[in-house]
């Protein structure tokens, strides 16, 4: 089951991603159009801090959901960057904390319908006090909450970032956090 590609015209492509229009004919001979978003893809980081009840969070508004929310730390690849590496930079730039221990726990594609980012998730602990250096175009608040608290606000529709909810999850599921 597979979908050979005719065509593929660049639509636009931006700072972060870009958009692709691919036409396709379909194993049963069908020829079909899909719409492909581009992204070098991203990491999301579970930061247990050394107390090891809380996790830290960050709050940042977000222009697609006119909403700031609440989410695990997180940041686009550079071009080529290693996975591990940008996981390290971006606990560091947006918490100001860095971490002795990262391991990756996890994978996920959000929604691989339309949308080609992978999504990288590592467990951070062992933390000490680094720099916030947020990117220029993005304001970011440090929060810090129990992990009964996320998961309260999880179940109760506070906390509705995709990444988040999965990276939790991994973290529970991995023997890295306990309830």
């Known amino acids: 089951m597979d979908e050979k590609t ?6 636009y ?16 001979g069908v020829i079909s159009n899909r719409e492909i978003i581009s992204h070098n893809g991203s990491v999301a980081i579970v930061a247990l ?18 909403e700031a929310i609440l989410e ?3 940041g686009t690849l550079e071009p080529k960057e290693d996975p591990t590496l940008c996981a390290y930079r971006e606990l560091e730039e947006e918490t100001g904390y860095i971490a ?8 996920i ?15 951070a602990e062992d933390l000490r006090l680094g720099k916030t250096n947020p990117d220029e175009d993005e304001i970011l608040l440090l929060e810090k909450y129990s992990i009964e608290e ?5 179940n109760n529709e506070i906390i ?15 023997g890295k956090i306990s309830v």
Do not use: C, W
């Not at 492509?13 to 194993?27: A, F, Q």
């Not at 002795?100 to 994978?107: L, Q, T």
């Open 160 to 174: 509705t970032d995709a990444k988040t909810i999965v990276a939790i999850y991994f973290a529970i599921q991995k």
């Open 49 to 66: 801090d050394n107390d090891k009840k809380t996790l830290l969070m960050v709050r940042q508004y977000r222009k697609a959901v006119e």
């Open 100 to 107: 002795n221990h990262m391991e990756k726990i996890g994978s």
């Open 72 to 74: 695990v730390p997180a």
């Open 150 to 154: 996320i998961l309260h606000k999880i």
């Open 6 to 11: 005719i065509q593929s015209q660049i639509i």
């Open 109 to 123: 594609m959000v929604s691989p319908g339309f949308l080609d980012e992978k999504t990288d998730i590592f467990f």
């Open 13 to 28: 492509e931006g700072n972060v991603i870009s958009l692709k229009v691919d036409t396709v004919e379909l194993s049963n």
